[in-house]
């Protein structure tokens, strides 16, 4: 099995830095969703929120092809990855919002959804659990726990409710890069996986879907949407696993 890559005390408190400022933008950003607001508008706001803190984006350029965006804005059934654009977004939408930046060398991540100006009942039934699912799994963060503890905590509330849990896009480690050992379901078996250290650095993100969770990728090679068009939700937080648990860096 891959091993993690271990953060010292020092890195973990840069990444905490990092992470309000993350998290700062995010908020700002949420704050602009409303009907009559384009995708593309949301990054030019995020690009001046993220250049006004000091810090740079860690997703532009990302990948391959490289990624033209520092935020991904992800409407309805597009789950993640969605690219900035002239989308313009209605009353009834929801959008996933997902952001990283980096700050003195080292990498967070995080994501929310929310919905545009009034949704319906079921929609905020799916936001709402998404994001339950996501405390669910940071409650299963600690020292000897392992990585199926996180995915069962996500699986087995998600699927009460009839929804679909993706199964081909996991967390991750972070950190160093954008995209770091281990990978992380959102699914999976107690006592299973890799068990948890202090020092891990975790992206967490439940992503799922009102109907089924297949997926499948758009021709511009980044927005990936669930295959039957459902509406999906997607939440996330950067956190550090410590000797008496869960620090939660993206606050």
């Known amino acids: 099995m891959t091993k993690a890559n271990i953060k010292t005390p020092e890195e973990i ?20 969703v409303k009907p009559g607001a384009s995708t593309f508008e949301l ?21 391959e092809p490289p990624y033209p965006a ?10 993640v990855h969605g690219i900035p654009r002239d989308q313009v977004l209605k009353a009834g939408d929801i959008i996933g919002l997902d952001c990283g930046v980096w700050y003195k060398g ?19 039934q799916l936001l709402n659990v998404t994001q339950k699912s996501l405390e669910l ?8 726990k392992t990585l199926g503890d996180i995915g069962h905590a996500v699986q087995s509330y998600v699927e ?32 299973t996986g890799m068990v948890l250290e202090p020092g891990m650095v ?5 992503m799922v879907a009102l109907g089924g969770w297949e997926i499948e990728v758009l021709d511009n090679e980044w927005d990936i949407v669930t295959r039957d068009r459902s509406l999906a939700a997607h939440f996330e937080h950067t956190v550090a696993v410590t000797s008496k648990g869960c620090e939660i860096l993206t606050k």
Do not use: M, W
């Open 160 to 191: 009460k409710f009839g929804y679909g849990v993706i199964r081909e896009l996991v967390g991750h480690g972070v950190g160093y890069g954008v995209h770091e050992e281990p990978r992380i379901p959102n699914y999976g078996q107690p006592n």
């Open 202 to 206: 975790l992206a967490i993100e439940p």
């Open 70 to 79: 520092a935020l991904c804005t992800s409407v309805n059934e597009c789950l």
């Open 13 to 32: 408190e840069v990444l905490k830095v990092g992470g309000k400022i993350l998290a700062n933008v995010l908020r700002r950003v949420a704050k602009a």
């Open 43 to 63: 990054d030019v706001l995020a690009r001046k929120f993220i250049k006004e803190a000091g810090v740079t984006p860690s997703f532009e350029n990302f990948g």
């Open 137 to 144: 799994a940071l409650a299963q963060v600690k020292p000897g």
């Open 106 to 124: 080292l990498c967070t991540d995080a994501a929310i959804t929310v919905p545009v100006g009034k949704v319906v009942k079921e929609t905020r």
